[in-house]
């Protein structure tokens, strides 16, 4: 668990104050939950990132509110990929003895049997939805598939046994499976379709001419 000091703001700053704020390294954010009241503070945005790299998406995080440690998870952080900054933080007290539900990502290490073969890993779903007490949930989930051939699948079910937890997902949801390659197909003879289109003209100027000439018997 992580230590993050926090500053008091306005709730209903100007968007002025709010963006001098942000010039100086601070990240608004607000702060509710489990035995406290909606309070708007700010935080280091250095020291965020340093503590999320610390605990993980998921981890709990020791808030100073004003002198008072507040236990909290991070539901939400909003992030503009043009300025590079992260604009504002939603953190929630929790109790940690009550269980959360959370989604945690899969990580997939190794290089499969069937890889090696020429097959392809493919990955159908990148995280799944994990219930437990803040201290059981997991930053990610391991799976290794450095045994799987072409054709096999790891599903959700292999990977219910790996903690103190449980996965939301039912349990026939495919995690990571490799397939076989795939067969290029072979590409259309231009010249061949060509030859062809040819063909058709000369069959409809050849039926044309038929049509005069019985036309001219008939007269």
Do not use: C, W
């Amino acid at each position: 668990m992580a230590n993050l000091a926090t500053t008091n703001r306005e709730g209903k700053a100007k968007r002025s104050e709010v963006t001098e704020l942000r010039t100086t390294g601070k990240i608004p954010a607000i702060l509710y939950g489990y035995q406290v009241e909606n309070t708007p503070v700010a935080v280091d945005e250095n020291e965020f990132i340093k503590v999320i790299r610390e605990v993980g998406r998921n981890g709990v995080i020791d808030l100073d509110v004003n002198g008072k440690s507040v236990k909290v998870m991070v539901t939400e952080y909003q992030f503009d990929s043009i300025k590079n900054q992260i604009t504002h933080i939603d953190f929630v007290a929790i109790n940690m003895k009550s269980e959360v539900t959370v989604d945690v990502a899969i990580e997939v290490v190794g290089e499969a049997a069937g890889v090696k073969e020429g097959g392809v890993i493919e990955h159908p779903i990148f995280e799944v939805s994990v219930t437990a007490t803040p201290d059981n949930i997991p930053e990610f989930l391991e799976v290794n598939v450095e045994d799987m051939e072409i054709g096999d699948t790891l599903y959700v079910s292999d990977l219910r046994s790996k903690g103190n937890f449980t996965i939301e997902n039912e349990d026939d949801e495919a995690v990571v499976t490799v397939v076989p390659p795939q067969q290029e197909e072979p590409e259309e003879d231009e010249e061949g379709e060509e030859v062809e289109g040819e063909e058709s003209e000369e069959a409809a100027e050849d039926a044309e001419d038929s049509s005069e000439e019985e036309k001219k018997d008939e007269e």
